[in-house]
């Protein structure tokens, strides 16, 4: 009650455009979601002024059609536990509106909802987020108690590769895999989540954050593929003066001055790692 978001800065860097809010962390990290909702939308509208009615109907039309699909092939899949995540990277509000609904009849019960839902948490909240540090070198430095939690969310990095490493903590701390909750959210679509699906059915319980590949798919449907969804990030990017890093199961997504970055990674022991091609 009371609660305001900290003022933002906007300046325009030759065609870059910089955006940025200072205040208090518990304040200034609620910008993240409203701030890239705002500017995918923006770009959206923009690319689509300069479209004709009927041309707007055939792209809708055409990207209704690819989601749908998309449903339909992940009805099939047993015991399949997906949610919503694609809030920040929208094509719009009201498209996104429209593909919430898409899986509510379409997927029934696997459908779990969205990011902007407060679901009945029960314990589902206790998720291990560890990419900010390397999941392995976080996960080999934790304490024992961390591995009661409910989960961990697969964000960055190989997602196979990352819940082998969690599967593999957890039996070293004495747990149950099958108790345990693995959330795979990074840059998904259909044939990932799958293949991810089939591949630990019955060794954890796998769910999946289902994200721009959702609510913003207009690849190839438009001139100069200018709906094309790309990654778009909000970050810390200083606390008390001094320079935040992430250091990611990616060095592609890694953020930070370089010199940090490359300290970081030698304090909490990140060995080599494989870039990935960051598509969303």
Known sequence: EGLRLPPYQLECNGEQSELTFEGSWPE????????????????????????????????????????????ERLRDA??????????????????????????IEGLGNKFTGTSDWHEEHDGNLRII?????????????????????????????GPAEGAEIAIDWWKSRGEDPRSKRVIFSDGLDVEQILDLSARFEGRVQASFGWGTLLTNDFRGLVPDDALAPFSLVCKAVSANGRPTVKLSDNPQKAMGPAAEIARYKRVFGVGRQDPIEVIV
Not at 61 to 70: G, N, P, S
Request: with cysteine; aromatic share 12%; glycine share 8%.
């Open 28 to 71: 200034v990290m609620l910008w993240e979601i409203p701030a890239l909702a705002v500017l995918m939308e923006l770009r959206s509208r923009a690319v689509l002024d300069g479209m004709g009615r009927f041309e707007l109907q055939v792209l809708y039309a055409r990207a209704m059609t690819r989601v749908w699909e998309k449903i």
């Open 78 to 103: 047993e015991n399949l536990s997906i949610a919503d995540f694609g809030t920040r990277r929208r094509h719009s509000f009201l498209w996104h509106d429209w593909c919430v609904q898409a899986m």
């Open 129 to 157: 987020l560890p990419d900010t540090y390397g999941t392995k070198g976080f996960l080999d430095n934790a304490p024992d108690w961390l591995a009661g939690w409910t989960g961990i969310r697969i964000d960055s990095g």
